[in-house]
């Protein structure tokens, strides 16, 4: 054993030294390309989320190959957009990481992401350190602006607005239809998003006088979830509210149409449920079952058809609501570009706390959102959001999203189908 | 000139010339981006060669040490945003809470052999895993449940309260972490506590038969590590200033810190430091590079560089390394080193 302890520091030396070269050798500066703008992207490429993020990175690069075809940004020489993409993997360690290194080995002049709350809620945290802005497309947590940041900016509305709309819904359906509802199930994943959306259910639940009988966290990388339908069937809730991923909700879907849950009302919150993917992979099972969201193909904006056209020609499928907010971002981020007429992160923070961008301006990204303008109250939060409710409905044999709430926005011909038959 | 004494120039040349450039290197290194590697880099160091002290000494393989890289880093954050609580101060505090905690499980743990302390200190990591991913408030204190704590920013570098923008401070405190860690290990290795220590990880029958109570050894080696490792959780925190319990308290740290340790040469001095310098980069890149392809990766990697290491040189790699130090310092003086 003594011997042992003798090997001291020696082993340290020859490891120090070639360990040092390596990294030295590494620090050859890279020379940026004039003209153009460097935009860092965190988005969860791979994992759970995986299939959302890569529409977000679909739209963003459509988007930014429109703002660049059209001169790019006039006020900089008609610099050119560039994204670069990195993996948060929708895990908070890892886009803490991704943050660090955009802005300190890319050096790019703004990041945009990260579409899971959990990643969104740390890494703008390294923006402000940085004074880098940070602008958020679709992440919802509240907490996210109400930290009193300076370099944060959230276009989608917060998920407070998200579950009022959610509840407006249900009053409104009782007194047109006469139903009886009185007992709910709160079934969400147990990350920072769901855990968020939970908390609100259960604040209005109480105002409102429903009663919770079931409040169920469950991992959204669970690949079995079939005790927790077990607990839904056996409670019976008349309104069961969801918060899920792609992956889980549908799972969810499918194993509660398997086991013959019925309620009155299914809602889910965007997320998993807006994904096209949940379509395809639930079918028949997902009809009738609403969902929330900012935005959906069949809202009136005589802007839609042709971009979701080519939208769906290029990648295969419909623009959703977070690829809306996606690809309207990168002309917010463009608008602050083209106003701070420099690239210094101060200067496009100023730019962008000064956003006034309405429908009816000819920018393509804005004129296809559901609601009329983006402005950022001096939190970041975007004062304009908007939110509208869809009923999974069969529509001359394709499920389609079918706009249902409010009724003023409701696709002409359509009324929800409630209680669920 | 009496024999030997060029040898030991030159060896005392490189070492000076190696600490030098090791408490020098911010100097050179400006891109935040490689800091942030060495800091993890010297942060890993100085974990594993706390857990070395349990781990390497007493001869048994804690596999939960996160657990008390928590709880440095909970106590701390949680008395700074509570109450105001410097770190600097809080990470005493649990650093002392992580030894009373850890006391209390090694006394019936480390009675036990081989596999079933390493599954109890498993079990108890995972409890502790559990129990913080269930618990969002406590009185006036927020835990935060699954999502964790992100520490509020204070603007600039500030000393005091253990933050800053800059990544040399931190280099720089980690650094002095490690070194005083690695004294107190050099320490211990040359006092006769450390003997029995040792004594006991080996050969616990034939210590306890020559009448050393190798229980209370470890006892006090186990309380040591885990007051050493919570000190490195405070310092975690106020580096990331995010964690959550999927990341501080999982099993993947736990294995992390064992897997660096066995590589590098468990129950050395210099194992912990050399297995770290090895292996994280590897993490990094594995993460950077390999990220897409497939999650967790890099602990996959690991396992194979662990399996290799164990069949061609079990003792760990400081044994080759210390080998080829001593070739090249032959090679140099043109002398031939005294056989011990």
């Not at chain 1, 839904?232 to 799972?251: C, G, M, R």
């Not at chain 2, 290197?25 to 981006?33: A, E, F, Q, R």
């Not at chain 2, 740290?253 to 340790?261: P, R």
């Amino acid at each position: 054993m003594k011997r042992v302890f003798r090997h001291t520091l020696k082993g340290v030396v020859v490891f120090g030294l070639s360990v040092l070269l390596v990294l030295s050798a590494g620090q050859a500066s890279k020379a940026a390309g004039p003209k153009e703008i460097k935009i860092g992207n965190i988005l969860p490429l791979s994992g759970p989320s995986a299939s959302v993020g890569l529409q977000n990175k679909q739209a963003v690069e459509l988007a930014t190959e429109k703002i660049n075809a059209a001169g790019g940004i006039k006020s900089l020489g008609g610099a050119k957009l560039v994204n670069v993409f990195t993996d948060s993997k929708g895990d908070p360690n890892v886009g803490v990481t991704a943050a660090e290194q955009l802005i300190n080995t890319e050096k790019v002049v703004l990041i945009s992401g990260a579409w899971n709350s959990a990643v969104t809620y740390p890494s703008t945290q390294v923006a402000e350190r940085y004074q880098v802005p940070y602008v958020v497309p679709v992440s919802v947590a509240d907490k996210i602006t109400e930290r009193g940041f300076k370099y944060t900016f959230r276009i989608a509305a917060k998920d407070s607005w998200w579950t009022d709309y959610q509840f407006k819904f249900l009053e409104e359906q009782k007194k047109l239809t006469g139903t009886k509802i009185e007992t709910m199930a709160f079934v969400y994943e147990n990350g920072d998003w769901g855990t968020g959306m939970a908390k609100q259910w259960h604040e209005r639940a109480k105002k409102f006088g429903y009663k919770v009988v079931l409040d169920e966290a469950y991992p959204s990388t669970a690949s079995d979830l079939t005790p927790v339908v077990m607990k839904i069937k056996t409670k019976k809730p008349d309104v069961i509210l969801l918060t899920s991923n792609a992956a889980d909700a549908i799972l969810l879907t499918n194993t509660m149409a398997t086991m013959k849950v019925k309620a009155k009302a299914i809602i889910g919150t965007g997320g998993g449920h807006a994904d096209p993917a949940f379509r395809k992979n639930t079918g028949k099972n997902c009809e009738y079952m609403f969902d929330v969201v900012e935005w959906e193909t069949d809202l009136g904006r005589p802007q839609i058809p042709a971009l979701n056209a080519e939208f769906k020609k290029r990648y295969g499928y419909d623009l959703a609501g977070e690829s809306v907010d996606a690809f309207a971002s990168v002309y917010v981020i463009a608008d602050a570009l083209e106003r701070a007429k420099s690239t210094d992160p101060k200067k496009i923070r100023d730019a962008l706390a000064a956003t006034k961008l309405c429908v009816g301006q000819g920018k393509l990204g804005i004129d296809i959102l559901s609601y009329d303008c983006i402005e950022f109250d001096k939190t970041g939060q975007n004062k304009h959001a908007g939110i509208v409710l869809v009923q999974f409905r069969d529509v001359k044999g394709t499920m389609e999203r079918v706009t249902v709430f409010p009724t003023k926005v409701a696709r002409p011909g359509f009324k929800a189908v409630f209680p669920m038959p | 000139m009496n024999s030997g004494s060029r040898r030991k120039t030159i060896d005392t040349v490189l070492k000076v010339a190696l600490a030098v450039l090791v408490f020098t290197l911010p100097l050179w290194i400006k891109n935040p981006t490689y800091m942030q590697i060495l800091i993890f880099m010297l942060l890993y160091a100085y974990l594993t060669t706390s857990w070395n002290l349990v781990g390497g000494f007493a001869g048994v393989l804690p596999l939960g040490h996160s657990a008390y890289v928590g709880i440095g880093a909970y106590t701390s954050t949680i008395l700074w945003i509570t109450w105001g609580v410097s770190p600097w101060l809080g990470m005493w505090v649990g650093a002392f809470i992580a030894a009373v905690v850890g006391t209390i499980i090694g006394i019936p743990t480390l009675k036990l052999r081989g596999a079933y302390f390493a599954l109890s200190t498993m079990a108890f990591g995972e409890g502790v895993r559990v129990l913080a991913e269930n618990t969002v408030k406590v009185g006036p204190c927020v835990v935060g449940g699954p999502q964790g704590i992100c520490l509020p920013l204070v603007p600039g570098n500030n000393l005091a309260l253990f933050q800053f923008v800059s990544k040399t401070p931190y280099y720089y405190i980690i650094l002095i972490m490690l070194c005083i860690a690695l004294f107190i290990t050099w320490h211990i290795s040359r006092i006769r506590p450390g003997y029995y220590l040792a004594a006991g990880g080996e050969e616990p029958e034939a210590a306890e038969a020559l009448g050393v109570n190798v229980s209370k050894y470890k006892v006090w080696a186990m309380a040591l590590s885990c007051f050493m490792t919570a000190l490195g959780g405070t310092f975690l925190a106020q580096l990331t200033l995010y964690f959550y319990p999927k990341q501080i308290l999982g099993l993947d740290f736990s294995f992390e810190l064992a897997f660096i340790a066995l590589i590098g040469g468990r129950g050395t001095i210099a194992g912990p430091v050399i297995g770290a310098l090895l292996l994280r980069p590897v993490s990094e890149f594995t993460r950077i590079y390999l990220s897409s392809v497939l999650p967790g990766l890099h602990l996959v990697i690991f396992g194979a560089i662990l399996i290799l290491v164990m069949i061609y040189q079990p003792f760990g790699l400081v044994r080759p390394l210390s080998r080829f130090y001593d070739r090249m310092l032959d090679a140099l003086s043109g002398e031939k080193k005294k056989e011990r």
